[in-house]
């Protein structure tokens, strides 16, 4: 008797792999010490009375509201941080369910959700990306399906332009390709569509000038304050290796891994970078529309990398975005990825190319996942941990409001900073708050403290402080382990009459 082929069922095993993804994202989070960028949002959104007060706290932060509004509500109800991490694996769970409906065959739509960006980078770092990339998949989807309605499209563009710089730019990037689709269809008279067009295309045009108005800093932030138009090869080497960071964010193999390629010199970066963009060009010659749109992508991206802010691999990940968008955005017919084992009876070298990045980008986020149960990202959850031992009432005071401010999200406790001779929690990138202040100078401030509120005091330094044992009534009471971050370790001292 013959034996059957053994068949599987794809729509179940995409179900129990998306299951095991949220599963999976949801044990890590939890395991994840948050950073000053994952929890800034947060306590912008939790510590200002109305939304107005929070889009005028926010106004240093260089990205549009969508994701301090989401935040804001969600702390009307609830000041337990670990809802937005929640939160945010829901929505990139979203993100993956959308993307296992796109039209790459199996193995690539898997390969590509447990790469480093989808598996670790925008899953396990709580940041305002996740938003971007699931609206982005969204209109992917409705294209997938020609469903280019613009009363459905305009609001997913208005709201995609509220998430970040790069949802801005994949905003310009659908409108210019809807555009220039809508531009080369033969005029039908009597069409009574060009309304809806109009309103749709103004819709998404306010969404556009209120992401630009919205990400526009005060004249005295400090941070990516400046504009690069000078001509530097030493700068547009920089850029082009953005490419091989983006496409290959492999790390260095050591504790402190973030941000670092393993690659680290700019010249090889640059010429691999190029070598990678030729060949992803090279699968859209065939369909000028979304040629134009991926090299308006990337071309806008890397401009951005050179004349104001260069980023980190979290940033040059939305070149690796955008290729993967615009693959999907293909017809299906002409989709290199499309049916279910198109590449392997297919020998082209740049089949072997891609999905030797998607094996190489896996392997770099099992590495960042398996560094990150290891090992904390952040000292802030390790300092909180041992301060919510304490049943007592006491101040904290922290010499850096910049780097602490996480503290304050996972105790849901303001901190007195002697720098600003204020309690707060959140940060602002003004220079005004930059100005530094020495460890002596922190725990006389506490000791201030302590003695006109009369109750204990805990500092918190970034450094040991070397003479605490001239000080009565000064006890180091903790250390920090180190991080993945490196920096700061964290030395808390309490300061009482005991």
């Known amino acids: 008797m013959a034996l059957k082929p053994v068949t599987f069922n794809k729509d179940k095993l995409y179900f129990s792999f998306l299951i095991l993804f949220f599963i999976g994202g949801l044990i890590r989070i939890f395991r994840h010490e948050m950073w000053l960028d994952e929890t800034e949002p947060w306590l912008l959104a939790r510590d200002s009375a109305s939304f107005a007060e929070m889009l005028y706290n926010k106004r240093y932060e ?15 109800f609830t000041t337990n941080v670990s809802v937005m991490q929640i939160l945010h694996v829901f929505i990139m769970t979203g993100f993956v369910y959308l993307f296992l409906k796109s039209p790459f065959n199996f193995y690539f ?26 609206l982005t998949a969204c209109l992917c989807y409705l294209y997938q399906h020609k469903n280019k309605n613009p009363l459905l499209l305009s609001p997913l563009l208005f709201l995609l332009a509220q998430t970040n710089l790069f949802g801005l730019i994949f905003t310009c990037g659908f409108l210019l390709l809807l555009t220039y689709e809508h531009l080369s269809k033969p005029a039908v008279p009597g069409n009574r569509q060009f309304g809806t067009t109009i309103l749709g295309f103004s819709l998404v045009s306010a969404g556009i000038l209120l992401a630009i108005y919205s990400m526009i800093p005060p004249a005295d932030t400090y941070f990516a304050a400046g504009w690069n138009f000078r ?19 492999f790390p260095i193999i050591y504790v402190e891994f973030w941000n670092y ?26 369909s000028p529309k979304v040629l134009l749109l991926y090299l308006f992508l990337t071309t806008s991206i890397l401009s951005f990398f050179y004349i104001k802010f260069f980023g980190t691999t979290r940033h040059h990940g939305h070149l690796f975005m955008a290729f993967i968008f615009c693959l999907w955005l293909l017809p299906a017919v002409k989709n290199p990825f499309a049916g279910s084992h198109s590449f392997f009876t297919q020998k082209s070298i740049r089949h072997w190319g891609i999905y030797l990045i998607l094996f190489i980008n896996i392997s770099a986020g099992v590495f960042a996942s398996a560094i990150d149960w290891v090992y904390p990202f952040a000292p802030n959850k390790q300092a909180s941990i041992f301060l919510k031992q304490f049943r007592y009432e006491y101040i904290l005071v922290a010499q850096d409001n910049f780097h602490t401010s996480s503290v304050s999200a996972y105790l849901n406790k303001l901190i007195y900073f002697p720098k600003l001779k204020k309690f707060g929690s959140f940060y602002q990138l003004a220079y005004r708050d930059k100005k530094e202040i020495t460890s002596t100078e922190t725990i006389q401030a506490g000791f201030n403290l302590q003695k006109r509120l ?13 003479a605490f044992k001239s000080f009565k009534n000064l006890k180091e009471v903790y250390i920090t382990d ?14 009482s009459n005991n």
């Open 62 to 76: 260089g990205h549009p509201a969508l994701w301090y509004s989401i935040l804001f509500i969600i702390t009307r």
């Open 109 to 134: 739509k898997i390969l590509f959700c447990l790469g480093y960006f989808i598996f670790y980078e925008y899953l396990i770092l709580s940041r305002l990306y996740a938003p971007g990339l699931l």
């Open 231 to 249: 001509w530097e090869m030493e700068n547009i080497l920089k850029v082009l290796g953005a490419l091989w960071t983006g496409f290959v964010p």
């Open 261 to 286: 390629n393993i690659i680290q010199s700019v010249n090889y970066r640059a010429t691999l970078g190029i070598i990678i963009y030729i060949l992803t060009l090279s699968y859209f010659f065939r």
């Open 454 to 466: 009369k109750k204990p005091v805990i500092v918190i330094l970034n450094e040991k402080l070397e």
């Open 482 to 495: 180190g991080s993945i971050l490196g920096k700061p370790v964290y030395h808390l001292y309490l300061i």
